[in-house]
Structure formats: C-alpha cells, structure tokens
C-alpha cells in the first residue's frame, strides 16, 4: 500500500525564483492537504484541495497556490520566493467522508531559500 | 491565545518508565484529536487519534482525552531510546473546518 510521496526532497532555490512542488496522496485518499512547518514550530495549515477545488486555505499570501488533479495528486507553487519561505513543506492526504479522519503526511520537501 | 498548546520541553524520562505528554486546547465544538511522533529531519507519523472521552489504548501507547477540561494526553509505557522525538498534538475542529491546528511540540528524551 503506497504512503503519500512527495519530491523532490530537497530544494535549494534563489530569493525570487518560483517553485513547485509535488505530492501523492496514500492510495485510496481522495484529499491533499499542504503544511508548511518552520524549524521548531508545528505544521501550519497553507490549504486543502478535494475534487480539485481549494476548498480552505490558511494564513497564507496569494504567492502560495496550487492544483489537484484528476488522479489525486497535487502540486504546490510559491512565487517570488523570500527568505522566509525557507521550511519543510508538508503534504498530508486523508479520505473525505471517512469515519476517522486521520491525516498522513509524506516524508516532505526541505526548502532552503538563499 | 494559541489554540493549541504544548510544553516544548525537553521532558527527560529514564529507559522503561512512562512517559506524560500533554496537550490543552481552546473550546470548540466535536474536535477531533491526533498525536503524532516526529524525528529530527523526518516527517510526522501519525500515533494515535482519539475522539471521545475517555482513554484509547494501541500497545505502549495511551491516549486521553478529556473535553471538560480542555486537554488530550499521550502516556507512553516502557519509553525506549527509539521514542525520543517531539511529538505534537494536533486538532480538527469538525464543524466547518478542514485544517488540522497543531500545537508547538514536545521533545521527549528518553535516557538509557
């Protein structure tokens, strides 16, 4: 049973270049959730995406976007990088209408802004 | 205020005793409730969820909740070295919201 998979791992980008990330929800799962987690801080909620429709979004700027496709998967964008958007990004899939709603989150992608 | 709150610790406890996590949280209505382990460089792994009173047992692992008073714990028998990590506690406000609210994290440290 495939977990959720994001990529690249690791991800070294210039400030004010763009970015893409990638993530693919645990099988079954229907919805993608994305999570920015800064050093010694938890995850902090940046949006959901089900039936590829964001359907909530965090305390995020409008440089942060991203796309669900027909298959699950999704991707997260951040425009005009800053220093500040250096963190681990966190995707988390869950199964919309599940008894439980538990989340589980693939193994991230570390974005060092420079 | 925070929504959700954790002592960062570090809580130190000694190889095969229990360990206490603890969690409070704001008042909302049917929440739901997670805890979750993560190593240093890794991603979190979901432990426990729990979403009624009481407690939920999975192996060493207990989880309590507690809606009265506003807090969830993780209890953890026979803590080994391989459970030093920071475990966060994480909750689901089920009405009208689909965003997990995590709390800050508590870096246990269990010492051989």
């Known amino acids: 049973d495939a977990g959720v998979t994001q990529s690249p791992t690791h991800l070294i980008k210039t400030r004010g270049q763009q970015v893409t990330l990638r993530c693919s929800p645990k099988?079954?799962?229907?919805?993608v959730s994305w999570y920015q987690q800064a050093l010694g801080q938890g995850p902090q909620f940046i949006f959901q995406y089900y039936e590829e429709e964001e359907r909530q979004r965090g305390n995020f700027p409008d440089r942060f976007s991203g796309h669900q496709f027909p298959n699950y998967s999704s991707e997260l964008n951040v425009n005009a990088l800053l220093l500040g958007d250096s963190a681990l990004y966190l995707c988390a899939s869950s199964l919309e209408g599940a008894k439980n709603t538990e989340a589980f989150f693939g193994q991230g992608t570390r974005l060092t802004v420079v | 205020q925070k929504e959700v709150e954790q002592n960062s610790g570090p809580l130190s406890v000694p190889e095969g005793a229990i360990a206490s996590l603890n969690c409070t949280y704001s008042d909302r209505v049917s929440q739901s409730f997670f805890w979750y382990r993560q190593y240093s460089g890794k991603s979190p792994e979901l432990i426990m969820s729990i979403y009624s009173n009481g407690d939920k047992e999975d192996g060493r692992f207990t989880a309590q909740l507690n809606k009265a008073s506003q807090y969830v714990s993780l209890l953890i028998r026979d803590s080994q070295p391989s459970d030093s990590a920071t475990y966060l506690c994480?909750?689901?406000?089920?009405?009208?919201?689909?965003?997990?609210?995590f709390g800050t994290g508590t870096r246990l440290k269990v010492l051989a």
């Open positions: 099988s079954g799962h229907d919805t």
């Open positions: 994480a909750v689901k406000w089920d009405s009208g919201t689909y965003k997990y609210i």
